[in-house]
């Protein structure tokens, strides 16, 4: 099956840094990524959706400026939480559609990124 | 909005036992996803259901899309140990412009040994 990565796996950092996070297709080309936030014991809920080579979408209630999003090429998608804040601590995961698999394709997920903010 | 409930929260069962978790909206769906999910890692896709009706079975575990093609349950036979996890269905959002995912809330299934 298609693989997506995310690096890193885990990361820690102090309030107001910012951080970044990868998410990478690695066997199939994607040309929408999807980012989501997992709290505790909680489902995904959808951040932002981003497509190669233009804006991101975000949902309501997500800050764009906060969670920087750039989708470089077909196979990498990162996400930049800027100025970091305890409350921003969570999982963070990506998932990636194919090219040939259409708008109603298949996602495949990747590992997952845990943050946390001292 | 389209909301996908799943039910129970949680289940805290035996070894050996059957279980059934539930998936149920007002609004109906071209397809239907199961994924399972281990702490710390991103979810896996069990099976994608799309006819009504339909009924996919995956070893121990048994999927079905009802008739109406509005909900979904997945039953596990035996359940082991290594089927602890969080049980998570899925749906494609008609409302949003890319053709995301929204999640139902999941069940947290723990499985003693």
């Known amino acids: 099956g298609a693989v997506v990565s995310q690096h890193p796996s885990r990361v820690i950092c102090k309030s107001g840094t910012s951080v970044k996070i990868e998410c990478r297709s690695l066997?199939?080309?994607?040309?929408?990524m999807f980012w989501y936030r997992q709290f505790p014991k909680k489902s995904l809920m959808l951040m932002a959706t981003?497509?190669?080579?233009?804006?991101?979408?975000?949902e309501q209630g997500v800050e764009k400026d906060k969670f920087l999003i750039n989708h470089a090429s077909l196979t990498l998608s990162t996400l930049t939480v800027t100025s970091a804040h305890p409350e921003d601590s969570s999982f963070y995961i990506c998932?990636?559609?194919?090219?040939?698999?259409?708008?109603?394709?298949?996602?495949?997920f990747g590992p997952g990124t845990r943050l946390l903010v001292l | 909005t389209q909301l996908l409930e799943q039910s129970p929260q949680f289940l805290s069962i035996q070894e050996g036992e059957n279980l059934t978790v539930y998936c149920n909206s007002s609004?109906?769906?071209?397809?239907l996803q199961w994924y399972r999910q281990e702490p710390g890692e991103g979810p896996v896709l069990l099976v994608t259901v799309v006819t009504g009706g339909e009924v996919k079975k995956l070893k121990r575990l048994t999927f079905q899309f009802g008739d109406a093609r509005k909900d979904s349950s997945l039953h596990i036979t035996a359940a082991q140990p290594g089927d602890t996890g969080l049980y998570l269905c899925a749906a494609l959002n008609y409302g949003g412009s890319q053709g995301n995912l929204i999640f139902g809330k999941g069940t947290k299934l723990s499985v003693k040994p």
């Open positions: 981003s497509n190669e080579g233009s804006k991101a979408t975000y």
């Open positions: 066997d199939f080309q994607a040309t929408t």
């Open positions: 609004s109906v769906f071209s397809s």
């Open positions: 998932s990636a559609r194919g090219i040939t698999s259409g708008r109603a394709g298949t996602q495949y």
